[in-house]
């Protein structure tokens, strides 16, 4: 059995609105999602006597909580055979982020085991697998941007927009997914913040989860404002339930230089990231 490396991209949210509570507990959503290929982890399987885990960052749990085990556990369960792999882990995406990091994992552990051990199970049981891990695993065993609804795990290929250059800054702190799902129905805007929809000639960018974000972690509306009245930004919002914002830059802008004055004027510790997003070439 070869060793076989993948890389795991993020994701932004271009939109991402919600359209109530669900019976079963979760909200009804309508996303477009798209990734980010030049923002990945990366993960390595490699042959071994019996399955084991590890990841390059410490903050990480390597235990049977982390979603790259539980793909693991839940591929054996459905396929009757024992993952005999080392899956290492390089983790560059952060997690907390908005970012779907640690989903994208999930989705590249299900291909890559299922691919070194014969391709067992087809894709769509790894979808359904993959749907009962998160909602937002789904998305990433699929090529392509891709409106997603139900709860998310209902996957429709969608146009790739042009490939859009963007700044990512995520503060220092992360934003608990569960947690800012609780607080939309009974959340408020904040006033002088930006909520509504920027229109471009590929779509919107809209995130209903901003108003409960931004009720509790105010810095992250400061965030947007500010990036909003940069003369490069093009539009700007919060991926996903947060905390990273990105920008959509307009051609030409220094991105590396809008990251040093957003740390300079709002906090150096920031994590900043820059470049294309996947999408057709202009």
């Known amino acids: 059995m070869s060793t076989l490396t993948l890389q795991a991209p993020a994701k932004l949210n271009l939109s991402l609105r919600i359209l109530g509570k669900r019976d079963d507990g979760f909200h009804a959503l309508d996303t477009l999602m798209i990734r980010l290929p030049g923002l990945a982890d990366e993960l390595e ?9 590890s990841c390059s960052d410490p903050s990480v749990p390597g235990d049977e909580s982390n ?80 409106r997603c609804t139900g709860r998310g795990e209902i996957i ?28 939309w129905k009974d959340s408020s805007e904040i006033p002088g913040i930006s909520y509504g929809p920027q229109v471009f000639s590929w779509g919107e960018l809209v995130n209903d989860l901003e108003r409960p974000v931004f009720e509790k ?29 990105f920008a959509v830059l307009k051609a030409g802008a220094a991105a590396e230089s809008l990251a040093v004055e957003a740390k300079a004027e709002l906090d150096p510790t920031m994590w900043s990231w820059s470049g294309l997003t996947d999408g057709t070439t202009p």
């Open 45 to 53: 399987f490699s042959a071994a006597e019996n399955f084991s885990f």
């Open 67 to 146: 979603l790259v085990v539980k793909a693991v556990r839940a591929w054996e369960a459905a396929s009757g055979l024992s993952c005999r792999l080392h899956v290492s882990l390089k983790k560059v995406v952060p997690h907390g982020a908005g970012l779907g990091g640690g989903s994208s994992d999930a989705a590249t552990t299900f291909l890559g085991i299922n691919q070194l051990h014969g391709s067992p199970l087809s894709l769509n049981v790894l979808h359904d697998l993959a749907s009962g891990l998160g909602s937002d695993i789904p998305f990433f065993l699929h090529p392509g941007a891709a």
């Open 156 to 183: 429709e290929p969608a146009p790739l927009p042009p490939a859009l250059p963007v700044l990512l800054l995520k503060a220092g702190f992360g934003v608990a997914t569960p947690d800012a799902y609780k607080r």
């Open 217 to 245: 972690h105010r810095f992250l509306a400061e965030v947007k404002q500010w990036l909003l009245e940069r003369p490069e930004v093009a539009g700007a919002m919060m991926s996903g339930s947060g905390s990273t914002m």
